[in-house]
């Protein structure tokens, strides 16, 4: 059976002689993955990798079948043929508003602030789905 996931990645960066090198492998069947890791650790830069905003220098990125970069196979899709999102960390999240808040104000067309403490079931849903109740 095909993995959801399958990817390698290697990528090396240079910058004010100090060297980073990314190599990450996983195939995993879980609908979702998670990356988890100190402060530099690369995660942003594999995420930037799979969603095709960033190169690796070799590797390949399979995701339910389909390939989306495969440096053997000369295969590069790029970012607008992978039908994939990506959350920035900090820039898409309001830090004045609550968990909740925010994800209210990504189910919600327009500017409208959501409302304090909202509880509507699709935010629930969302919180429940993504694990995010508090511990």
Same mark, same amino acid.
């Given at each position: 059976?095909?993995?959801?996931?399958?990817?390698?990645?290697?990528?090396?960066?240079?910058?004010?002689?100090?060297?980073?090198?990314?190599?990450?492998?996983?195939?995993?069947?879980?609908?979702?993955?998670?990356?988890?890791?100190?402060?530099?650790?690369?995660?942003?830069?594999?995420?930037?990798?799979? /969603? $095709? %905003? *960033?190169? =690796?220098? #070799?590797? &390949?990125?399979?995701?339910?079948?389909?390939?989306? +970069?495969?440096?053997? /196979? $000369? %295969? *590069?899709? =790029?970012? #607008?043929? &992978?039908?994939?999102?990506?959350?920035?960390?900090? +820039?898409?999240?309001?830090?004045?508003?609550?968990?909740?808040?925010?994800?209210?104000?990504?189910?919600?067309?327009?500017?409208?602030?959501?409302?304090?403490?909202?509880?509507?079931?699709?935010?629930?849903?969302?919180?429940?789905?993504?694990?995010?109740?508090?511990?």
């Amino acid at each position: 059976m095909t993995p959801v996931w399958d990817l390698a990645l290697r990528k090396r960066l240079d910058a004010g002689g100090s060297r980073f090198e990314l190599d990450l492998s996983l195939r995993s069947d879980a609908q979702r993955v998670v990356l988890f890791g100190p402060s530099g650790a690369g995660k942003t830069q594999a995420l930037r990798m799979i /969603a $095709g %905003i *960033s190169r =690796p220098d #070799r590797g &390949r990125v399979a995701v339910a079948g389909r390939v989306l +970069y495969d440096s053997a /196979a $000369g %295969i *590069s899709l =790029p970012a #607008r043929e &992978r039908r994939m999102g990506m959350v920035f960390q900090d +820039y898409a999240l309001f830090p004045h508003l609550t968990v909740r808040q925010n994800i209210a104000f990504g189910l919600r067309r327009g500017w409208l602030n959501p409302r304090r403490g909202e509880r509507a079931p699709d935010v629930e849903r969302w919180i429940e789905a993504l694990r995010l109740q508090a511990v």
